[in-house]
């Protein structure tokens, strides 16, 4: 087994239902349709994690603490290897060398699957698949290439020309697990905390400076001279009058901008109710009929699909 490594909460296990019954729906969809199917994960991780869990089965006492084990569960890149049917090609994208070894052993577990590891920046890395992969041409025996491809950073990494040339493949599905809190942390309530670095930061994965318009309220303000944003002085007395709603509006917006198609965005919560990812699904091919089949499963699983049958943690 490969290593695990630690990371997430509830939300991982949403996220990763979530693509488990999208691969497979897609996997069968399309398995007779004459296309090479690819799956491409560009944070792909270790290929599991490792949690605790309670294995004292006595009620809880108080002052007693339970009993934990820690047990490994699978990662997207395992629930990708595990599909059924399979894959005929999967690309694991990690830049930290140990995760980078275990998915390397995590392939070998699975010597019938064609799964190739890439070290390095997810961002580089996808823009050269995105570039040189004969998606819409013949191509070892088939007709073009689908792919579904997994976006699931820790933090803002993912820049957004990098989501225009997934979206001129014309041929790539996307989950993306936006990080929404990330962004809203960035974007700080008051203008005074907006640092060069931070507002670089949202126009990386944006895609455009327009955002400090709709987030600080600027064209309310436009009469407002003093509330000029080349004035940094005055630039630090603005409040950002967009709450995490409109933020993830936003994105949407952003989103729609370059995909044919784009789902509401299903908000993954901490357990105190504070949004901590949104959950997109872009669909980048222009055809009506594909975009209505992914729409319909990806809407399916975005509202009541992940929402009972998560595993549940003691
Ligand atoms: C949330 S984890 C991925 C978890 C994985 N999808 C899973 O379900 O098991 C994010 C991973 O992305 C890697 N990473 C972060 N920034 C990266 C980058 N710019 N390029 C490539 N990998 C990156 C981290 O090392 C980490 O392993």
């Known amino acids: 087994m490969a290593a695990g490594h630690r990371f997430g909460g509830d939300w991982t296990d949403l996220k990763l239902d979530a693509l488990r019954k999208y691969l497979s729906f897609f996997t069968t969809a399309l398995r007779n349709k004459g296309f090479e199917l690819y799956y491409i994960d560009a944070f792909a991780g270790s290929g599991g994690r490792l949690i605790d869990r309670v294995i004292d089965n006595e009620p809880f006492l108080l002052g007693v603490e339970a ?17 059924s049917p399979p894959f005929q090609q999967i690309i694991l994208i990690e830049r930290h060398s140990r995760r980078y070894a275990a998915l390397e052993a995590l392939c070998a577990e699975y010597p019938d699957i064609r799964a190739r590891t890439q070290r390095g920046e997810a961002n580089a890395a996808l823009i050269d698949i995105c570039r040189t992969t004969p998606w819409l041409r013949p191509h070892r025996g088939s007709s073009g290439i689908r792919a579904v491809l997994f976006l699931d950073p820790y933090g803002m990494n993912v820049e957004f020309t990098t989501l225009q ?14 990080p929404l809190s990330g962004l809203y942390r960035q974007a700080a309530r008051s203008g005074e ?12 994965i944006l895609g455009t400076p327009d955002w400090e318009d709709a987030f600080y309220g600027r064209k309310e303000r436009a009469d407002d001279l003093f509330a000029s944003f080349g004035d ?21 917006t952003r989103l729609k901008d370059i995909f044919p198609h784009v789902s509401e965005p299903r ?11 949104s959950l997109f699904f872009a669909v980048s091919s222009p055809n009506p009929k594909a975009i209505a089949l992914a ?13 009972s049958q998560v595993r549940p943690r003691k």
């Open 267 to 277: 908000t993954l919560t901490m357990k105190n109710g504070a949004p901590l990812f």
């Open 165 to 178: 040339e997934i979206a001129a493949t014309q041929a790539t599905d996307v989950w993306y697990l936006f």
């Open 232 to 252: 940094e002085e005055n630039r630090a007395k603005l409040r950002r009058v967009a709450d995490v709603r409109m933020i993830e509006n936003y994105v949407k």
């Open 193 to 204: 905390k907006l640092t060069p670095e931070k507002r670089a930061s949202i126009t990386r």
């Open 295 to 307: 729409k319909k499963v990806a809407d399916h699983i975005l509202t009541i699909g992940i929402s």
């Open 67 to 83: 009993k934990l084990e820690q047990v490994y569960v699978p990662g997207s890149a395992r629930i990708a290897l595990q599909t």
